[in-house]
């Protein structure tokens, strides 16, 4: 074994922690969060609704960059949770169906041993009569 590879730390050495990120620094493109490149950001002042007669009594809000920021958040995460419940829906569904499948052939099959059980009973119940008819056409016949 080669110990010259310094690339390898050993168990008792300390292994500096890499800086924590500065928030405050804008961050890369692609970024989940953007920060305004303007500190001091302020909406722009919402104009007088134009009315015709027929326009809706609510008036238009303006779209604002952070609010179509948070539509476009809103819409990934949507995404995102509708893509993960996909995922997990055929494993889900699987095993409700094989949870089901278990009880609908645990009551089939007591219904059909009820059955079974039911027409062994017949049966034998009707051999038995038949067995005895005979036994005693026998012991009559013998007796006279």
């Known amino acids: 074994m080669n110990h010259d590879d310094n690339s390898i730390p050993l168990l008792t050495e300390v292994i500096p922690l890499a800086p924590a990120p500065d928030y405050a620094a804008p961050m890369q493109p692609g ?3 953007t920060q305004p490149a303007n500190t001091h950001y302020q909406a722009p002042a919402a104009a007088a609704p134009v009315m015709t007669p027929m326009s809706p009594v609510t008036p238009v809000t303006p779209v604002t960059p952070a609010a179509e920021q948070y539509r476009q958040w809103e819409q990934e995460i949507r995404e995102n ?3 993960s ?3 997990r829906v055929d494993t889900v569904l699987h095993q409700h169906l094989q949870d089901q499948m278990v009880l609908a052939l645990d009551h089939l ?3 059909v041993m009820q059955r079974v059980r039911e027409g062994l009973r017949d049966a034998l119940t009707e051999t038995v009569e038949r067995a005895v008819a005979e036994e005693m056409a026998r012991f ?3 007796k006279m």
């Open 85 to 87: 419940l996909l995922e």
């Open 81 to 83: 949770v509708l893509q």
């Open 109 to 111: 099959s007591d219904i």
């Open 140 to 142: 009559t016949s013998s």
């Open 31 to 33: 970024a989940f969060h």
